[in-house]
């Protein structure tokens, strides 16, 4: 993992915070796969909320530089997948982030308190 992904997780984890996302999660995946560095998770209440979190993570990224690769289910805004290369971005309605439970799936992953990054 290099510094570019901490300074990425960072950065989303601001723009996450400031659009007031809750229970934001980081794990550290960077030694159990190579799909990316990081995963950051969050939830919000909303619809609107949501998509909200989804544009200023993508607006604050984008002003540092970096491109999103890829992002999924912004339109129906239950679970928002946003691919940054380094790190990976989920986005849920309180529901789904229930359902899927990422953080029990990638818990071979180290968790990281979101205060170390921001």
Same mark, same amino acid.
């Given at each position: 993992? !290099?510094? *570019?992904?901490?300074?990425?997780?960072?950065?989303?984890?601001? =723009?996450?915070? !400031? +659009? +007031?996302?809750? %229970?934001?999660?980081?794990? !550290?995946?960077?030694?159990?796969? $190579?799909?990316?560095? @990081?995963?950051?998770?969050?939830?919000?209440?909303?619809?609107?909320?949501?998509?909200? #979190?989804?544009?200023? $993570?993508?607006? &604050?990224?984008?002003? =540092?530089? @970096?491109?999103? +690769?890829?992002?999924?289910? @912004?339109? &129906?805004?239950?679970?928002? #997948?946003? !691919?940054?290369? %380094?790190?990976?971005?989920?986005?849920?309605?309180?529901?789904?982030? #229930?359902? @899927?439970?990422?953080?029990? *799936?990638?818990?071979?992953?180290?968790?990281?308190?979101?205060?170390?990054?921001?």
């Amino acid at each position: 993992m !290099d510094n *570019i992904s901490k300074e990425m997780a960072k950065l989303a984890i601001k =723009a996450l915070d !400031d +659009k +007031k996302a809750e %229970d934001i999660r980081v794990i !550290d995946i960077s030694e159990v796969s $190579v799909v990316a560095d @990081y995963f950051i998770i969050a939830d919000g209440s909303n619809r609107s909320q949501i998509q909200a #979190l989804a544009d200023n $993570v993508e607006e &604050t990224l984008g002003r =540092a530089g @970096y491109a999103l +690769k890829q992002v999924e289910g @912004y339109n &129906t805004a239950n679970w928002i #997948l946003m !691919d940054f290369n %380094d790190i990976i971005i989920h986005i849920f309605d309180k529901e789904n982030r #229930l359902f @899927y439970n990422l953080e029990r *799936i990638w818990r071979d992953g180290k968790d990281i308190d979101p205060a170390e990054l921001a």
